[in-house]
């Protein structure tokens, strides 16, 4: 069955240090895989995507996510955290039928100052 | 351009009443979507539209209809609330590769 895990609910960090947000994935064919980022009150917004070609991608706001084929995860990155990151992180996976886009539960980042 | 627009923002029934959620887009996307966002359940597909005149059944279709107007239009009826609608509705809308972008969501309150 298709599904997505973000086995974080909550992760702290403190500002300016380094970030990486887990995603799991289990997909019957080849997976297009998305980040989005919602802050409080809002809608999603993309932050980055891997269709195919180089694993390592690069997204909005200097995010980063590296997709592992052999370890099904498309962990999510970034070097330095500022506290506009403070938000909540979604992974998710579709295919070529756009009726097979599955989400994960999510991941609440919190920033220390 | 506006990207995904919804209405109403936030919305209060009693059980049993009946309302409808509306959603447009601007970008000229084939597909739609409609999902609902529950805490600590991410979001889950209610109902999609591939194309103008078709829609079909996501994961949680029950005690929800959709009507695709036109190709912009994409609403979402509760035709007797119950308060385990009570949630946070989103409407989305997609490119030929299948990214989708979002609206700012309707967060509705069943008593």
């Known amino acids: 069955a298709q599904s997505v895990t973000q086995p974080d609910i909550h992760i702290t960090v403190s500002e300016g240090a380094s970030l990486e947000l887990r995603c799991n994935y289990s997909?019957?064919?080849?997976?297009?895989l998305f980040w989005y980022v919602q802050s409080p009150g809002q809608g999603l917004q993309l932050l980055l995507k891997?269709?195919?070609?180089?694993?390592l991608v690069q997204g909005i706001k200097g995010f980063e996510a590296e997709f592992k084929r052999s370890q099904s995860s498309f962990n999510l990155r970034k070097p330095s955290v500022h506290w506009s990151d403070a938000a909540e992180y979604f992974c998710?996976?579709?295919?070529?039928?756009?009726?097979?886009?599955?989400f994960g539960s999510g991941t609440k980042l919190n920033v220390k100052p | 351009n506006a990207g995904v627009t919804q209405t109403p923002k936030f919305q209060v029934l009693k059980t049993g009443q009946s309302m409808t959620l509306q959603c447009a887009q601007d970008m000229n996307h084939n597909s739609m979507y409609w999902y609902r966002q529950d805490p600590g359940m991410g979001l889950r597909l209610i109902y999609y539209?591939?194309?103008?005149?078709?829609?079909d059944k996501g994961e949680v279709p029950n005690g929800y209809n959709v009507s695709r107007l036109n190709k912009r239009e994409f609403s979402l009826r509760l035709e007797s609330a119950a308060p385990s609608q009570t949630s946070v509705y989103f409407c989305a809308s997609s490119d030929v590769q299948e990214t989708q972008y979002f609206g700012p969501g309707t967060r509705l309150l069943v008593l």
């Open positions: 891997y269709f195919s070609g180089d694993t």
């Open positions: 998710a996976v579709g295919g070529n039928n756009f009726n097979k886009f599955y």
């Open positions: 539209s591939a194309s103008e005149g078709t829609t």
């Open positions: 997909y019957g064919a080849t997976p297009y």
